[in-house]
C-alpha cells in the first residue's frame, strides 16, 4: 500500500478521486453512496459531472489526520504525541 496525498480534495468528481487515490472507480462509488447515505456528502453538478464534497470541517480535519496517519505508518515516519 501506498500513500498518495498527504491531504483530503475538497472537493472533487468520482474521476478525480480515482485518479488521486489509485483505488478503482467501483470501490470509489461505493463509499460515495456509504457517504451519500450517512449524510456527510454534499453533492452539486458540474455539467456532466457529480461533484463530491465533505459537508463538515469537522469531517475534513478528521479524515486528513487519518491519511497523514497511514501516511506515517507506511513511511515509517515517527508518531506525532
Not at 6 to 25: C, F, K, M, Q, Y
Amino acid at each position: 500500500m501506498k500513500a498518495r496525498r498527504t491531504r483530503p480534495i475538497e472537493a472533487a468528481h468520482r474521476t478525480e478521486l480515482t485518479d488521486a487515490s489509485g483505488v478503482p472507480r467501483t470501490v470509489i462509488s461505493q463509499h460515495l453512496a456509504k457517504l451519500r447515505l450517512s449524510g456527510l456528502d454534499d453533492t452539486r453538478k458540474n455539467g456532466r459531472h457529480i461533484i463530491y464534497s465533505l459537508r463538515d470541517g469537522h469531517l475534513i480535519r478528521l479524515i486528513t489526520e487519518v491519511i497523514n496517519h497511514a501516511d506515517h505508518m507506511v513511511t515509517g515516519e515517527a508518531r506525532h504525541r
